[in-house]
């Protein structure tokens, strides 16, 4: 079936480094990727999202490029502040998406000032 | 415009009683999805509802569990006889119609701990 592994966390950094969250998949098919964000206390919140090879999904100063060769799509900022400290998801939609997305275990961002 | 909410935020049971999780999804989206996350794990996703009909419960363990959508009112999510491995977050997410699961907006989630 469908999996995403991600880095385990937490991750802790420096205001203003450079982050990466590293994330790969399997999946019968062509995907569709996902970044999602958790801040403390709130819901799941879609960052970006791509949804064919070679892609690239951005926002927020975020980015995440489809790369089918090596089943990755991990997630870039060139600098992090303390309001990204938050819980990252991993996800995708495969088969037409009647299984519902398959998400990551979720990397704990910590940024200190 | 409010999103998705969910009620309680959390909730304490004993082992044998029931659990019911609410929530209504955002203004004008017709399409809801509970997903559960055990500690340490992702999310898994449960079922998908809309108005008055269970579209996909893969997801749903074969007992105990049981979600209904209705045309009036907000999604529930019941578990009966609850038991210690139902300790978990339960998510909630809306989509408006049209657009599955590319484009899902969660609530805060519930939180279960069964004692």
């Known amino acids: 079936g469908d999996s995403v592994t991600q880095m385990e966390g937490p991750v802790t950094l420096s205001e203003e480094a450079f982050l990466t969250i590293n994330c790969t998949y399997t999946a019968t098919g062509y995907p569709s990727l996902f970044w999602y964000v958790q801040y403390p206390g709130e819901g799941l919140q879609l960052l970006l999202k791509?949804?064919?090879?070679?892609d690239k999904g951005s926002n927020k100063g975020f980015e995440a490029t489809y790369r089918k060769e090596t089943t990755s799509f991990h997630l870039e900022k060139g600098s992090v502040q303390v309001s990204d400290s938050a819980v990252y998801f991993c996800a995708l939609i495969s088969g037409g998406g009647a299984d519902g997305l398959t998400f990551g275990k979720g990397t704990h961002l910590i940024i200190q000032p | 415009n409010a999103g998705v909410m969910q009620n309680p935020r959390h909730l304490v049971r004993r082992r044998g009683q029931e659990a019911r999780l609410r929530c209504s999804p955002m203004?004008?989206?017709?399409?809801v999805y509970w997903y559960r996350q055990l500690p340490e794990e992702g999310l898994k996703f449960m079922v998908y509802?809309?108005?008055?009909?269970?579209?996909?419960e893969s997801g749903m363990p074969k007992e105990r569990f049981s979600a209904e959508f209705p045309k009036e009112g907000p999604s529930i999510l019941r578990i009966q006889q609850v038991v210690r491995g139902d300790s978990a977050a339960y998510f909630c997410?809306?989509?408006?119609?049209?657009?599955?699961?590319?484009?899902?907006?969660f609530g805060s989630g519930t939180q279960l701990s069964v004692l």
């Open positions: 997410a809306s989509s408006p119609p049209g657009t599955g699961q590319e484009k899902l907006f």
């Open positions: 509802l809309q108005k008055e009909n269970i579209i996909d």
């Open positions: 203004k004008g989206h017709s399409h």
């Open positions: 791509a949804t064919k090879a070679d």
